[in-house]
């Protein structure tokens, strides 16, 4: 996806005075008149953007541009040119999706202004612009309304406390009821994951969104309150967010066999990628799979057309479609052991890209202490940190918790011997071997050749 080396004169030029939209993370748009083929770079693209909205030299490494469809989205390198890559959407489609060909054909991408991958959390809250700081809080408040990010019910009602905050100016009793906020709840509030079985069956005690969302709008600051100083309030809650600041990508599991139903099969996952790690979300239950932070994992693309030792990029199987494999510690029946997991996407080679170039860009080392999560023990929160986060969640309930039962792997123990029968299919190369890379305390699978992965661009 260079977009390099491609006649320069393709296709016709737009008539004079046509525009392109670009579409800002508030919602509307600026117009951008459109030049002859190939058109600028979003490098350049991005600078004249930073011009006509008077934002910060800090914009050009917090922003990008993003070209995005219901069927594919891309964040632009800055040689990218999106013009070129327009009119060449329909050819990666056919390779990066699953779209029908008559979804193809009408499928028509957004040139849009979003968050970086590639740009920190602890440089996010080193900003002052209150521009830029709310271009970055009306993105995330797209996605937590888009039910991208898992979220307790007691987190999103602070966000939403927020948002209110922002959107209604300071709380004022005799006029904000819950009353008042119940047309806003879908405007401020992530959708709810379905009802459990259990809960249909009997009343909730539990406080309804309206009145969470009220009560969390009570507690948030007052007049005195800056706006920047709110936007980085709501950035740094959606730090601890799975998935924030990361790439999305949709993919599938197998489903682990056995249970009541024993159904199996494949189930719908999105796979986020960003600089800490890669974390599996199930997009319909709204909660976390599995998290794993570099250190933590080794992968291998399987599968993708014209990759090393696979030309035809199908393994024998036209129907399936390439693979990311993830490899992490685990225990079974309390022994160490070390799980493969398979994610079939589509996208499997954009997200070994984006892995590996997060990698490159330090992923692969330790946290800061101050980005660490915090312990599992309560006597270890700070009592004014515990205080500023409200009630503590249970945890065994919280979507945040990673769901391992749920994923069906393939086990091996560190000797090499399987614990159960399962045939992985014939793998292109072997699985990266970084023991001393990042100080991650994995184990590579024994048996394996050791020898380099495939490079993507």
């Known amino acids: 996806m260079d977009g390099e080396g491609e006649a320069e004169g ?15 993370p508030d919602g509307s748009a600026l117009p951008l008149p459109l030049e002859p083929p190939p058109g600028p770079t979003a490098a350049e693209l991005l600078r004249r953007l930073q011009g006509a909205l008077r934002l910060p030299p800090a914009a050009s490494d917090a922003l990008a541009l993003w070209l995005g469809s219901e069927l594919l989205e891309v964040q632009l390198k800055p040689r990218h040119r999106p013009l070129r890559l327009v009119r060449h959407w329909p050819e990666l489609l056919l390779r990066f999706s699953l779209g029908s060909p008559a979804a193809i054909a009408q499928d028509e991408p957004c040139l849009q202004l979003r968050r970086n991958v590639f740009f920190p959390k602890s440089r996010e809250l080193e900003l002052q612009e209150e521009e830029l700081l709310r271009l970055l809080y009306e993105e995330a408040r797209e996605q937590l309304k888009g039910g991208r990010y898992p979220v307790d019910p007691p987190e999103a009602a602070e966000l939403g406390g927020l948002s209110c905050r922002l959107r209604l100016g300071p709380f004022e009793p005799g006029r904000h009821t819950e009353l008042s906020l119940r047309p806003l709840l879908g405007e401020l509030l992530p959708p709810a994951p379905p009802a459990r079985w259990g809960a249909l ?125 993830l490899e992490f510690d685990g225990d079974h029946e309390g022994a160490p052991v070390n799980r493969l997991l398979r994610v079939f996407s589509p996208q499997a080679e954009l997200m070994s890209a984006l892995i590996e170039c997060c990698i490159e860009l330090g992923g692969a080392a330790p946290p800061p202490e101050e980005q660490a999560p915090p312990p599992a023990g309560a006597a270890a929160t700070p009592p004014e940190a515990a205080g500023a986060r409200g009630a503590p969640l249970r945890r065994q309930e919280s979507v945040t918790r990673p769901r391992l039962q749920r994923l069906a792997t393939i086990d091996y123990v560190r000797d090499g011997q399987e614990l159960r029968r399962v045939k992985p299919p014939r793998r292109s190369a072997s699985f990266f071997s970084r023991g001393g890379a990042g100080g991650g305390s994995y184990s590579p699978v024994a048996g394996g050749t050791g020898g380099a992965g495939s490079e993507q661009g």
């Open 10 to 24: 393709e296709g016709a030029s737009a008539p004079p005075g046509a525009a392109a939209l670009l579409y800002l």
């Open 201 to 325: 069956f009997r009343r909730s005690r539990e406080p309804g969104p309206s009145q969470r969302l009220l009560e969390a709008f009570a507690r948030a600051p007052g007049p005195e309150a800056p706006p920047a100083g709110l936007y980085r309030d709501f950035l740094r809650r959606c730090h601890a967010l799975p998935g924030y600041g990361c790439a999305f990508f949709p993919g599938a599991i197998e489903r682990p066999s056995g249970g009541l139903l024993a159904r199996g099969g494949l189930r719908p996952v999105s796979v986020a990628v960003g600089l800490e790690g890669v974390t599996i979300i199930d997009p319909r239950q709204k909660h976390v799979l599995l998290s794993l932070t570099y250190p933590e994992l080794c992968w291998e693309l399987v599968g993708a057309v014209g990759q090393d030792g696979d030309p035809t990029g199908q393994d024998g199987d036209p129907t399936e479609p390439p693979q990311l494999w």
